[in-house]
Nanobody
Framework: QVQLVESGGGLVQAGGSLRLSCAAS????????MGWFRQAPGKEREGVAS???????TYADSVKGRFTISRDNAKKYLYLQMNSLKPEDTAIYYC????????????????WGQGTQVTVSS
């Protein structure tokens, strides 16, 4: 079982920066893919960024060049550095983890945190 706890959300002006953190519990953290998702009011949840167990990263087009995902396997932490924030980035941000795998890196997320609110004012 994996538990995920996000932190670092808050209110920031457009153009500002925030760094989200996700603390994970459970075994085999380094063998899990990790991701950040977000859900804005009235919209469906969308993927923001992911990092697999080989540290390969993917980003949504809307955040490329502004957000950076990273992980610290020793500390079991996931991060999302968000720069040049825009009002449309306002959402609840969720941390997600896959099941662990001994060989390949899973691309399906099975565990979710409770979320942290990010609000960007114009």
């Amino acid at each position: 079982q994996v538990q995920l706890v996000e932190s670092g959300g808050g209110l920031v002006q457009a153009g500002g920066s925030l760094r989200l953190s996700c603390a994970a519990s459970g075994n085999f953290y380094g063998r899990r893919s990790m991701g950040w998702f977000r859900q804005a009011p009235g919209k469906e949840r969308e993927g923001v960024a992911s990092i697999d167990c080989g540290s390969s990263t993917t980003y949504a087009d809307s955040v490329k060049g502004r957000f950076t995902i990273s992980r610290d396997n020793a500390k079991k932490y996931l991060y999302l550095q968000m720069n040049s924030l825009k009002p449309e980035d306002t959402a609840i941000y969720y941390c997600a983890a896959s099941k662990w795998a001994s060989v390949s890196c899973p691309n399906e997320f099975n565990y979710w945190g409770q979320g942290t609110q990010v609000t960007v004012s114009s």
